[in-house]
Every structure is written in C-alpha cells, then in structure tokens.
C-alpha cells in the first residue's frame, strides 16, 4: 500500500541519517509498532512475538525510527479524523441545502434528484412508483386572516401531518408556496389516487389552531405515475395539471 510503502521509505531514511542500529526496544512498545504497522496496512495483526515492522527488522527499528514512526502514525490519525470531520460536516451541509427553509420537508431541488433516482430504480426492477401533488386551496386567506406567522405555522403543520401519514419509503417535499408533493414508491396509480385522497381528508378534517382561533384546510390533490419515459419535470407537472383540473371540476 502507498502509505506503508511511505514509511518504510522514511524509516530508511532515519537509519541513513542516523547511522545507528541501537538495541532490541521493549516487547511492549515493539507489539504497539507491529499492530499499528498491520492497521496502517490493512494486514493481519501481527504476533505477540513478531518483531519486524513493515519489512524492518528489530536491530533497524532504533529510537530515531520509532519516534519517527510514532510521529508519522500519529499525524496519519490525526489526519484520518480531519477527514471522518469533514465528511460529517458535508453531510450536515447536504442535509440543510435539500431541506425546505421554512417546514421539515425536501425542497423542490431535492424532489427532483430523488425522483430522478427513483425513474432509474422503476426502469431496472419495473417496480411501480406516483406522485401526489397537493394544494392548499385559498391559503392567503389565513395570512389575510391571521398573518404570515400564522401561515408559516400551517404550513408547518401541513408538512408535519404529511410526514405523520407517510410510509417509511415515502418522501415528502414542498414544490413551493403552499404547494405539496409526495412521492410514493412501490405504489401503483390506483394506489395513489386512495392514498391522496386520504391525505386530504385527514388535512380537511383537522383546522388549524392558532390559540382561540381557528383555520380550516382545503385541499386540491393531483397524480401522476413515475415512469422512466418521462423526466422528472414533466411528471411534476402532469401531476400539477392534474390537481389543477380537478379542482376546475369541483369548483363547477
């Protein structure tokens, strides 16, 4: 491997600078060498009574060596944590930039690569999958009515009863506005028309609180199947045309 083979190369060169072959070192401290040679190395750990390291024999391991090797092994670690921090950091970041600002749910940005993912995922295992696509009919009435800190709240609490209704595969993503999607894998069409319109049942029979007063939710909903010939944009609005003739229809 490179970064044994790196220390082996500066464990030569100590004994070129250093000229000595000292004495035999602790079995203590000659095991923690060997057993962190095999981590370094992705081999096996070694014996208790092994004595060479990384191809070093006991003679060439003098103190200049091993606190040379010590130093390179502890900067190693030190730099694999550096690199586990800032992996755990970049996740920290992807998690906020596919997030909504506002509610608890995806962002339109992330609704579209998952779909994308999941267009791939049906094309290979023929496995059904539908969006619901779901509208919360005269919202600017509740912030005419209550203002924008009220409306903020309902849509919170919107996004929080659709993630309460939601099966474990399911995603749940706000377009924008007070606009809803949900994506639902292993779900045919027929599926997704009950499971729509059971969302927007339950959302219409549970108002909105805001202290003594009181917001009712009207719902318009739309579905469309997620199939590999369509992109992910075109899916997103047949879904979106959908809710919108539906409620054309309701409303004559």
């Not at 586990?84 to 940005?109: H, T, Y």
């Amino acid at each position: 491997m490179l970064i044994s083979g790196l220390i082996r190369g500066f464990c030569r060169m100590a004994l070129k600078v250093t000229g000595t072959r000292n004495q035999p070192f602790s079995d203590i401290r000659r095991r923690a060498l060997a057993e962190a040679g095999a981590r370094v190395a992705g081999g096996r750990p070694a014996r208790p009574d092994e004595t060479a390291f990384l191809g070093l024999s006991e003679a060439e391991l003098t103190p200049a060596v091993q606190g040379a090797i010590w130093t390179l092994l502890t900067e190693i670690d030190d730099l694999r944590q550096e690199v586990a921090r800032l992996k755990a950091q970049l996740g920290r970041i992807e998690a906020l930039a596919d997030q909504d600002p506002l509610v608890p749910v995806l962002n339109r940005r992330a609704l579209i690569r998952e779909l994308d993912r999941i267009r791939t995922f049906s094309h290979r295992y023929g496995s059904p999958a539908a969006l619901l696509y779901l509208d919360l009919d005269d919202f600017k009435n509740v912030n005419d009515s209550f203002g924008h800190p009220a409306g903020d709240l309902a849509l919170r609490a919107v996004a929080e009863r659709l993630t309460a209704q939601a099966a474990d595969t399911d995603l749940v993503a706000r377009v924008g506005g007070d606009e809803f999607a949900v994506v639902l894998t292993q779900a045919s069409l027929p599926v997704a028309e009950i499971r729509a319109r059971n969302l927007a049942r339950n959302l219409e029979s549970n108002p909105i609180q805001f202290g003594e007063w009181t917001a009712p939710i009207h719902v318009s909903y739309g579905v469309s199947e997620i199939t590999p010939d369509l992109e992910s944009e075109e899916i997103l609005a047949r879904a979106d045309a959908d809710m919108y003739a539906r409620r054309q229809k309701r409303r004559t």
